[in-house]
Antibody
């Protein structure tokens, strides 16, 4: 079955950088786009960006463009989210999600809690 | 960016009754080339990732009880939960995937009255 497993919780200082991973299994890695989203306390779900695992092509939310980078490693069927210049407003649970069909999210990782605090 | 206006913010419904959640995108999410509305509904319980309930506005995901029904087109959508059960207590979101950035409604917190 399709499984997405994310890396563990992180605590970071403001200004630091962060890389988290999402390891996939149970399907052909290059057949579906993978997305990253987050849910901050008191806020709704926010889309961060997507990556085409076949080509490595990415699209980012304009709000975070320049601070977010998505990469992939096809050999391990893993995608990575890198966020730089962290702020307290980046405190959130981060999710990776795989498309079901056209952009709906049928499969989700378990979530990674990121806390940015001095 | 398509803004998703979801209402109500919270809703209390008696067991066995019907809950109705509305979602209005700021522009149409109907994709003419595929004759489909690019709108989904999710349920999120505390400590869990969201769960896909409905995609293409009205297609129920496999394994989702038929008490959950999505309807609507263009800029006006509804999620109806009939015969409410205790396990339906959760946060519900609509999402458009017509164009990036994909956007979500602010969520509806469903409780038992």
């Amino acid at each position: 079955q399709v499984v997405l497993v994310q890396s563990g919780a992180e605590v970071k200082m403001p200004g630091a950088s962060l890389r988290m991973s999402c390891m996939t299994s149970g399907y052909s890695f290059t057949d579906y786009f993978l997305h990253w989203l987050r849910k901050a306390p008191g806020h709704g779900l926010e889309w961060l960006g997507l990556i085409n695992p076949r080509s490595g092509t990415t699209t980012y939310a304009q709000k975070l463009e320049g601070r977010v980078t998505l990469t992939r490693d096809a050999s391990s069927a893993t995608v990575y989210l890198h966020v730089s210049s962290l702020k307290s407003g980046d405190t959130a649970v981060y999710y990776c999600a795989r498309e079901g069909r056209d952009g709906d999210y049928k499969y989700w990782g378990q979530g990674t809690l990121v806390t940015v605090s001095a | 960016e398509i803004v998703m206006t979801q209402s109500p913010e919270s809703l209390a419904v008696s067991l066995g009754e019907t809950a109705t959640i509305n979602c209005k995108p700021s522009q149409s999410v109907f994709y003419n080339a595929k004759n489909k509305n690019y709108l989904a509904w999710y349920q999120q319980r505390p400590g869990q990732p969201p769960k896909l309930l409905v995609y293409w506005a009205s297609t129920r995901e496999s394994g989702v009880p038929d008490r959950f029904t999505g309807s609507g087109s263009g800029t006006d959508f509804t999620l109806t939960i009939s015969s409410l059960q205790a396990e339906d207590v959760a946060l519900y979101y609509c999402q458009q995937y017509y164009s990036t950035p994909y956007t979500f409604g602010q969520g509806t917190n469903l409780e038992i009255k």
